[in-house]
Protein backbone atom coordinates (compact mmCIF):
# COMPACT_ATOMS: atom_id res chain seq x y z
CA UNK A 1 0.00 0.00 0.00
CA UNK A 2 3.24 2.54 0.60
CA UNK A 3 4.26 3.26 -3.05
CA UNK A 4 7.93 4.32 -3.43
CA UNK A 5 8.57 6.38 -6.78
CA UNK A 6 12.51 6.87 -7.41
CA UNK A 7 14.58 9.39 -9.51
CA UNK A 8 18.08 10.54 -10.65
CA UNK A 9 19.88 7.61 -12.04
CA UNK A 10 21.66 7.82 -15.10
CA UNK A 11 25.01 7.16 -16.73
CA UNK A 12 27.89 8.99 -15.25
CA UNK A 13 31.35 8.79 -15.92
CA UNK A 14 33.79 7.75 -13.19
CA UNK A 15 34.74 10.58 -10.69
CA UNK A 16 31.19 11.84 -11.24
CA UNK A 17 28.22 12.46 -9.33
CA UNK A 18 24.62 11.71 -9.08
CA UNK A 19 21.72 12.56 -6.79
CA UNK A 20 18.95 9.92 -6.56
CA UNK A 21 15.12 10.62 -4.74
CA UNK A 22 12.71 8.36 -3.29
CA UNK A 23 9.58 9.41 -2.27
CA UNK A 24 7.05 7.33 -0.10
CA UNK A 25 3.43 7.90 -1.02
CA UNK A 26 0.40 5.76 0.62
CA UNK A 27 -1.73 6.55 3.86
CA UNK A 28 2.11 6.20 6.13
CA UNK A 29 1.34 7.03 10.08
CA UNK A 30 5.22 7.15 10.32
CA UNK A 31 8.36 5.98 8.83
CA UNK A 32 11.59 4.89 11.28
CA UNK A 33 13.47 3.55 8.74
CA UNK A 34 14.73 4.50 5.33
CA UNK A 35 17.66 3.41 3.22
CA UNK A 36 19.44 2.23 -0.34
CA UNK A 37 20.42 -0.74 -1.65
CA UNK A 38 22.07 -2.01 -5.32
CA UNK A 39 22.20 -5.24 -6.88
CA UNK A 40 24.67 -5.55 -9.54
CA UNK A 41 24.62 -8.19 -12.26
CA UNK A 42 25.16 -11.78 -10.56
CA UNK A 43 25.15 -10.69 -7.30
CA UNK A 44 23.60 -10.70 -4.26
CA UNK A 45 21.66 -7.19 -3.18
CA UNK A 46 23.26 -5.40 -0.79
CA UNK A 47 23.07 -2.43 1.42
CA UNK A 48 24.54 1.00 0.50
CA UNK A 49 22.95 3.49 3.35
CA UNK A 50 20.31 3.98 5.81
CA UNK A 51 18.89 6.76 7.84
CA UNK A 52 16.29 6.58 10.65
CA UNK A 53 14.34 8.99 12.20
CA UNK A 54 16.34 10.31 14.29
CA UNK A 55 19.06 11.20 11.50
CA UNK A 56 21.11 8.16 12.59
CA UNK A 57 23.06 6.90 9.37
CA UNK A 58 24.55 3.77 8.28
CA UNK A 59 26.84 3.35 5.49
CA UNK A 60 28.62 0.48 3.71
CA UNK A 61 32.31 0.21 4.38
CA UNK A 62 32.72 0.56 0.50
CA UNK A 63 30.81 3.93 -0.04
CA UNK A 64 32.28 5.79 3.15
CA UNK A 65 33.33 8.99 2.14
CA UNK A 66 32.14 9.40 -0.90
CA UNK A 67 28.31 8.81 -0.38
CA UNK A 68 25.72 10.71 1.56
CA UNK A 69 22.46 9.62 2.65
CA UNK A 70 20.53 12.50 3.87
CA UNK A 71 16.07 12.90 4.37
CA UNK A 72 13.10 14.99 4.11
CA UNK A 73 11.22 13.93 7.24
CA UNK A 74 8.11 16.18 6.00
CA UNK A 75 8.10 15.32 2.68
CA UNK A 76 8.50 11.06 3.74
CA UNK A 77 11.89 11.66 1.19
CA UNK A 78 15.10 10.35 1.37
CA UNK A 79 18.33 11.37 -0.94
CA UNK A 80 21.35 9.47 -1.61
CA UNK A 81 24.09 12.20 -2.91
CA UNK A 82 26.75 9.87 -4.63
CA UNK A 83 30.02 11.50 -5.46
CA UNK A 84 33.41 9.62 -6.80
CA UNK A 85 31.86 7.10 -8.60
CA UNK A 86 33.64 4.39 -10.29
CA UNK A 87 32.65 1.42 -12.27
CA UNK A 88 32.06 -1.13 -9.74
CA UNK A 89 29.27 1.50 -8.44
CA UNK A 90 27.23 0.32 -11.49
CA UNK A 91 24.18 -1.69 -10.05
CA UNK A 92 20.47 -0.68 -10.09
CA UNK A 93 19.53 0.93 -7.27
CA UNK A 94 17.05 0.33 -4.67
CA UNK A 95 14.43 1.98 -1.68
CA UNK A 96 13.49 0.89 1.28
CA UNK A 97 11.10 2.15 3.62
CA UNK A 98 9.86 0.78 6.85
CA UNK A 99 7.15 2.48 9.26
CA UNK A 100 3.56 2.41 9.98
CA UNK A 101 0.62 2.51 7.63
CA UNK A 102 -2.82 3.08 9.10
CA UNK A 103 -4.56 0.01 9.52
CA UNK A 104 -8.57 -1.42 9.89
CA UNK A 105 -8.21 -1.77 13.50
CA UNK A 106 -5.00 -0.65 14.18
CA UNK A 107 -1.29 1.01 12.37
CA UNK A 108 0.10 -1.66 10.70
CA UNK A 109 4.15 -2.32 10.03
CA UNK A 110 5.21 -1.78 6.38
CA UNK A 111 8.03 -2.56 4.70
CA UNK A 112 8.09 -1.36 0.80
CA UNK A 113 11.00 -1.40 -2.10
CA UNK A 114 10.96 0.72 -4.82
CA UNK A 115 11.34 -0.32 -8.32
CA UNK A 116 14.99 0.13 -8.97
CA UNK A 117 16.67 3.25 -11.26
CA UNK A 118 19.85 2.18 -12.80
CA UNK A 119 23.20 3.93 -12.20
CA UNK A 120 26.09 3.29 -14.78
CA UNK A 121 29.16 4.60 -14.45
CA UNK A 122 31.39 4.00 -17.61
CA UNK A 123 33.98 5.94 -19.62
Known amino acids: QVQLVESGGGLVHPGGSLRLSCAAR????????MGWYRRAPGKQRELVAT???????NYADFVKGRFTISRDGAKNTVFLEMNSLKPEDTAVYYC?????????????????WGQGTQVTVSS
Open 96 to 112: NAKGYIVGPARSAEFNS
Open 26 to 33: GNIVSIYN
Open 51 to 57: IDASDNQ
